[in-house]
């Protein structure tokens, strides 16, 4: 009852904003959405393999926007989709109370990019994120043998390939494939992650369009300025938390990190840029994997990464996404191996300054830890036609 009570208050809070952004507006003509996924686990479980053979299935709720033009970004981007949604998956429930690991509940955002469209047919690039729910966790007494998930709040993140179909004027089908994420970036362990592949089917209803309450909107066509390339030095301070853990039947640690980046950025289009830059990496945690060193003597600068990355970004509208990919130059600890990744993005608060959410990982895409901070930008290059 309580879910479903949480589910009804969300639903009508994105009703009432769908309402109120569809006013005589252009921007967008606003749908609802159902989605079922169904698959199976891609997990480095030791204890759950058996249990997870049965795969899972999911249930998606979306209230969201079919761009149409009104603004310079949305064509831009080929007139995308955006949104809020709710999933609810089921997951593992154990054959005894020492081993379950529940069933995650998510509320997100999502932006769906247009790759192709074709007559009725459209292809199409499905991206979520939000936070996800679980109500069974590790726990070294009640469930000992959930070695995937250690918090009840996770990231819970999507990515899927669909293929859009139009049925009618009001009426849309979905098919598509993709994977679903969940975990806290090593906030607490165990995090080992847990990550669904599948097939998803789903229809959406089309709401009236402003104009025309029976059909829906055309795209509009606006003409598009004239690019110009420039140059940034990016500069990034953010702090983090992660868990050390002793044993599996002790509890963790937590641990502050932090990171320093500096970036050049060369923004070649409207919506990408390319990026060259140094990092400067702080985890207390380190202090526990220094060879040969007891934590309580390990210096400062012995938890301290040095390390450099290149980078691509991609800009939709205040928002930019951005992926790098690195290695460290200096560092004490082979922990975590030789190079490292960062995914996330950063939302522009005003012309220079930018919030900042990354997941860094260590040796490949294992989660080190996530960070938030800020990000502060100096445009040092543009080009003589755009200055006039």
């Known amino acids: ?47 759950l393999q058996e ?16 761009t149409l033009g009104g ?60 936070l996800s729910y679980m109500n069974w966790v590790y726990d070294p007494v009640t469930n000992p043998y959930n070695d995937v998930i250690g918090s009840h709040v996770n990231l819970y993140f999507d990515l899927n390939l669909n293929m859009g179909i139009k049925l009618s004027e009001r009426l849309d089908l979905t098919l598509g494939y993709g994977m679903t994420h969940y975990s806290n970036g090593r906030i607490n362990l165990p995090q080992k992650g847990l990550n669904n592949w599948g097939w998803q089917v789903g229809m959406a209803y089309i709401f009236g369009g402003p104009d025309d309450p029976f059909k829906r909107a055309e795209f ?28 599996k039947a002790t509890e963790g640690v937590h641990y502050l990190t932090s990171s320093f980046t500096a970036d050049y950025a060369l923004q070649f289009s409207e919506r990408s840029a390319v990026t060259l830059g140094f990092d400067v990496m702080y985890d207390a945690s380190l202090s526990h994997d220094i060879p040969y060193i007891k934590h309580e003597l390990v210096t400062q600068i012995q938890k301290t990464y040095f390390g450099g990355h290149i980078g ?15 290695t460290y130059f200096k560092h004490y600890s082979y922990d975590r191996r030789f190079y490292f990744a960062r995914a996330g993005g950063r939302v522009r608060i005003s012309e220079h300054l930018a919030a900042h959410i990354c997941v860094k990982s260590r040796n490949g895409i294992r989660s080190d830890y996530i960070e938030w901070g800020l990000a502060y930008s100096i445009r040092t290059y543009t080009s003589d036609k755009a200055k006039n």
Request: proline share 4%.
């Open 1 to 47: 009852m309580r879910k479903a009570f949480i589910i009804i208050i969300f639903m009508c809070f994105c009703g009432q904003w769908v309402h109120s952004q569809n006013k005589g507006s252009t921007n967008g003509q606003p749908f609802f959405q159902l989605i079922y996924h169904q698959g199976v686990h891609w997990n480095r479980t030791e204890y």
């Open 51 to 66: 249990q997870m053979e049965g795969g899972f299935k999911a249930f998606e709720a979306k209230l969201g926007f079919q």
């Open 71 to 130: 603004e310079l970004w949305q064509q831009l981007n080929h007139y995308p989709k955006y949104g809020v949604g709710i999933h609810f998956a089921d997951e593992i429930k154990g054959r005894a109370d020492t081993t379950n690991l529940g069933n995650p509940f998510s509320a997100f955002m999502f932006y769906n990019i247009p790759m192709a469209r074709f007559g009725r047919f459209s292809i199409n690039t499905n991206i979520s994120a939000g």
């Open 220 to 247: 509009v066509e606006v003409e598009i300025p004239e690019f110009y390339p420039y140059e940034e030095v990016q500069l990034m301070l953010s702090v983090g938390v992660t868990e050390w853990q002793p044993g």
């Open 312 to 326: 691509f970004q991609y800009t939709i509208d205040k928002l930019t996404l951005l992926f790098n990919a690195g």
